[in-house]
Structures are given as structure tokens and as C-alpha cells.
């Protein structure tokens, strides 16, 4: 039975060849005829067998409900791209400052000995007037953003800080302002608004801009407030109107409130008339009218006023043709009288900050002169820039010199050489001579200082700098000698001498990254102060940009 049973495997296994074989035939004369190429074929053929073999192999069960829930898709709100609208400048840096002493007193007779309860016939001891070393830190920070939330919508805010990383002694030389504040430390927010601008398809609103927050307005005046703007920009005017509250560190005064405006109108396309007006304590008002004359010439003249009495009156002609190879500026000015505040127009408020109790410096205002400017600038060669200017000052009465006003005559000239590529040197030279203080009739009264101050200021500068892999590093090196001729009330000081070195290196590490270095070394006047010999800086910090 066994060899029947393998005759009839042996005889099926037969019969399945041929039928194979048969069919194998009429699929290939069938492909040879009509078909594309057999290898697209088969692969075509097998997928729809096996499809076949596995159609209803598996049982197929209803889709479970809690796991098939509808996905939401997930949209991104306004307020996610904010890095595309960021903008932040930051920079901070490291100053040390050492000073090395000659041994002698100060001009006050100071001298550098540890108190003590015996006279000492050399001077005052006191050893904190000579404070060798400080250091500080200082930052400044600037961010915001620009059309964010609403293209319409704009922000900006600056922080200052400062603060001494080492103790500063009453009556060091290195003393500064921030050593007035508690823990000598000071941050401060310099500026703090929102800009809200009109689109050009907003109608009568298109062209202006609502600033709100802390803020600075030029104008008349610089007006430092907390308060808003408002401007508007059309073709043949502009204007501007503002009001706040003034803001300072350093007082509490008594008036606060200010505000004014800025009116341009156009008068054709060369020519623009413009008002400015500011009010605090007292009123400014400036008027200015402007023309070019062509491409090259432009002229302008202005006049100002503070309260009812006016107080000068300027004219500039300005020439600057196209090639820009050279510029020439001539301006006169008259002072017509000294009813301002050519220092300081907050000078007149009351100070209730009981951290004041003194009166502030007082400069005074600067009395009737005419004054007499001329610069000009040409380039020789594509390497070679030369330039200078004059300044003349008259006072208009010889008996109101003081300390701070006088006649005067200045002279400057400068060149620009540019020896080899990427390499500039800077040269430069300063003349200032004084002249209603040159009397020699001695003063007959002890405050008396109409004839105090320098009478001669001579200098020289020269600076080299080089700049190396394609621009991103960059180092200078220069130095100065200055000499000055001085009086007081009873003696004249000639040829009191400064001299001084300065470098600075800088490296954008990346278009976002600098880095930079600078160092001076200064000897001071002696006669002003004997007891220093130099004093040198060394100033490293980092400057960063999103």
C-alpha cells in the first residue's frame, strides 16, 4: 500500500508540472504579444494573488470610538513669534582705574600720613585722598519690539546700571557720581515708551505716530518727561505736541509739568519754515527757516526767544556738492542778550530733595557776542583728507569777561592719510587763545574773577588704526600733548603740560558679538595736581545684539 500511495504522489506531482508548464507557456506568448515587460508584470501579479490569499483571513472588528477621537490641529496664536519682532542691544563693561602718586601734597597740602593728634608741619594727613586702585562695573541695556502683536505697534525701553566693585574713599581721585548713591550702585530706567503708529490706509490717521512713556523730545529744548507725543507727518507739513511730567535722579523739584511742540511747513521743495516751542518755568521759542540753493548750497537762519526776551540769532550756509570731495560750513551768531539758561533751562526750579541742601554749580549765562565760524574739509587724493576750521568770539562789552565768558580765537587742523589699505592715520592740531584775560591789571577785589581762567590751549593728536580679517578686528594707537597757559586772581601759570597715550582693540567674535579693549595712560596737569604722577585706565567689556 505504502508503494501505491508514492506511485500516486509521484503520478500528481507530474500532472501539476505540466499544467505549470502549460500555463507558464500561454502567460509568456500572451506577454510577448500584448503585455509590457514581464518584470512589471510579475510584481503586479503576485501583489493581487496575495491580496487575494489574505482577504478574509482576519476577522474585521468596528473601530473602537475612545481611540479613534478627532485630532485638532494646533494653530499657533499672535503672540508665539515674538522672536521675529525682538530686538535687544546690550553692553557691558569692566573699568579699572590706578593711579600712582608722586609723594608730594595736594594743592590743598594734603599728604599721604595716617591721622594723628601732633602737628605735622608737612600738611593735613589724610591717607583716603590717595586712594591707589578702584573698579567698576557698568551695563547698559536696550530691547523692545517691532510690530508685534500689530504692525501698528512699537516698544522700547533702556536700563543703565552702574556700581563700584570697590570701596571709594572720601576724597579719592577716582570719586564719581556714583559714589553719591546708597551702596554706590545706581539702575535706572533712561527711557521706557510704546509707539502706536497709523497706517498709510488709516485716512486722516495715516502718517502719525502716539508715543506714551519715558521719554526725549527735541525741540526749542530737550524735554526729558514721562508723558506722550503725539506726531504728524503730511507732505508740505509736520507737526508735533507733547506733554509730561519731568523725571530726574538727581532732585525732587518743585515743577514738574511741561510740554510744547514742533511745526514744519514746506514752502515748495527748497524751502521749510519751522517752530518749536517748550515750556517750563519759563517759555522757549525758536523759529528757523531753511533753503538749498541747487544741489550744493543750503542756508538757514534761525532765531530764538526765552519769554519775552530774545536772545539769539544764527546763519549757517552750508555747501556740498555731489562728488563729495569737499564741504564748507560758514555760520555766524549773535548772542543778544542773557536772559536764558544757555546751560542748564531746569536751573530755575526749587530743589525739596533734603540730600541738596547747597545750591548748584551756577555757570552763568553767557552775555552779548558775536561769534564768527568757518569749516572746511577736501579730499586731495583718494588717500589724503585734509581740513580745518576757526572760531572768533567777541564779546560785545570787554566788562562782562568772567570765568566761564570770553573773548576767544580757536584754530584747528586735521588730516586723514591712508598709508596702505585697511591702515588710517589721524592727525590733528588745536590752537585757543584767550584774550580778555591777557591783562596784567591785577583785580582789586578778592572774588573778582573776571580775568581767572586758561589763556592759551595748545595740542596735538595723532591716532593710527588697522583693521585685519576682513574688518573684524580692529586696533588703534595714538597719543597727545596739550599745554596750557593759566591765571587766577594773583599769579600766571605758563606751560602747565598733559601727555598721555590711549589704545582700543575691538573683535566682532560674530555679527551679534563684539568685544572690546581700551587702555590710556594720562600724567594730568601737575600744577592743578602735584601729588599724581599718572593715572592709567584699563577698560574691557562685551557688546551683544539679537
Not at 315 to 337: E, H, Y
Not at 454 to 463: A, G, I, K, M, P
Not at 467 to 486: Q, T, V, Y
Request: glycine share 8%; hydrophobic share 35%; aromatic share 14%.
Amino acid at each position: 500500500m505504502t508503494k501505491c500511495f508514492r506511485a500516486l504522489l509521484r503520478q500528481c506531482a507530474s500532472g501539476f508540472a505540466a499544467l505549470f508548464f502549460l500555463a507558464s507557456g500561454s502567460a509568456r506568448t500572451n506577454a510577448t504579444q500584448t503585455d509590457p515587460p514581464q518584470e512589471n508584470k510579475q510584481g503586479e501579479d503576485i501583489g493581487a494573488a496575495w491580496d487575494n490569499l489574505l482577504k478574509g483571513a482576519e476577522p474585521q472588528s468596528a473601530p473602537d470610538l475612545a481611540l479613534s477621537a478627532p485630532q485638532t490641529s494646533y494653530e499657533r496664536g499672535p503672540a508665539s513669534d515674538i522672536l521675529n519682532h525682538f530686538f535687544m542691544d546690550t553692553r557691558t563693561e569692566y573699568l579699572r582705574t590706578q593711579t600712582y602718586f608722586t609723594g608730594l601734597p595736594t594743592r590743598t597740602g594734603v599728604i599721604n600720613a595716617p591721622p594723628s593728634t601732633v602737628f605735622n608741619p608737612a600738611g593735613i594727613p589724610y591717607s583716603p585722598a590717595f586712594q591707589s586702585s578702584t573698579n567698576e562695573m557698568y551695563s547698559f541695556l536696550n530691547w523692545g519690539t517691532r510690530g508685534w502683536l500689530s504692525d501698528r505697534v512699537n516698544s522700547s525701553f533702556s536700563f543703565s546700571y552702574g556700581q563700584d566693585l570697590t570701596t571709594v574713599t572720601n576724597a579719592s581721585p577716582q570719586l564719581t557720581i556714583i559714589n553719591t548713591f546708597g551702596s554706590n550702585r545706581r539702575l535706572e530706567l533712561e527711557s521706557g515708551y510704546i509707539d502706536i503708529n497709523g497706517r498709510p490706509t488709516d485716512g486722516a490717521l495715516a502718517g502719525t505716530s502716539l508715543r506714551l512713556g519715558r521719554q526725549y523730545v527735541y525741540g526749542a529744548e530737550l524735554a526729558q518727561m514721562d508723558g506722550a507725543a503725539f506726531t504728524m507727518d503730511r507732505p508740505r507739513y509736520s507737526w508735533a505736541i507733547y506733554a509730561g511730567r519731568r523725571f530726574t535722579y538727581f532732585s525732587d523739584p518743585d515743577q514738574r509739568a511741561m510740554g510744547g511742540g514742533n511745526f514744519i511747513l514746506r514752502l515748495g521743495e527748497n524751502s521749510s519754515v519751522e517752530y518749536d516751542t517748550f515750556y517750563y518755568i519759563n517759555g522757549t521759542n525758536l523759529f528757523r527757516y531753511r533753503r538749498s540753493f541747487g544741489r550744493a548750497w543750503l542756508f538757514s537762519a534761525g532765531f530764538r526767544m526765552v519769554g519775552s526776551s530774545p536772545t539769539d540769532f544764527t546763519a549757517d550756509a552750508l555747501w556740498n556738492p555731489a562728488n563729495g570731495k569737499t564741504s564748507l560750513r560758514l555760520s555766524f551768531g549773535q548772542k543778544i542778550t542773557n536772559k536764558d539758561y544757555f546751560y542748564d533751562y531746569t536751573f530755575n526750579a526749587r530743589d525739596f530733595d533734603p540730600h541738596n541742601p547747597l545750591l548748584r554749580l551756577n555757570l552763568a549765562a553767557l552775555h552779548p557776542h558775536s561769534q564768527f565760524v568757518v569749516d572746511a574739509s577736501r579730499a586731495i587724493t583718494s588717500k589724503l583728507r585734509v581740513g580745518g576750521s576757526v572760531w572768533v568770539r567777541q564779546l560785545n562789552d570787554t566788562k562782562d569777561t568772567g570765568p566761564f565768558d570770553t573773548s576767544f580765537q580757536d584754530y584747528r587742523a586735521h588730516a586723514q592719510i591712508v598709508p596702505w589699505n585697511k591702515a588710517v592715520v589721524l592727525f590733528e592740531y588745536h590752537l585757543r587763545n584767550s584774550q580778555d584775560r591777557t591783562s596784567s591789571v591785577t583785580p582789586t577785589l578778592f572774588d573778582d574773577l573776571s580775568t581767572t581762567g586758561e589763556t592759551r590751549v595748545q595740542d596735538f593728536s595723532l591716532e593710527i588704526g588697522r583693521s585685519f580679517l576682513d574688518g573684524r578686528l580692529s586696533l588703534r594707537a595714538g597719543g597727545f600733548d596739550r599745554e596750557l597757559n593759566f591765571r587766577d586772581q594773583f599769579t600766571v601759570i605758563k606751560s602747565a603740560r598733559d601727555k598721555g597715550v590711549l589704545g582700543n582693540g575691538s573683535f566682532n567674535l560674530d555679527s551679534r558679538t563684539r568685544f572690546f579693549l581700551e587702555y590710556d595712560l594720562d600724567t594730568d596737569y601737575p600744577v592743578f595736581r602735584p601729588d599724581i604722577q599718572n593715572s592709567q585706565t584699563f577698560r574691557f567689556g562685551m557688546a551683544w545684539r539679537y
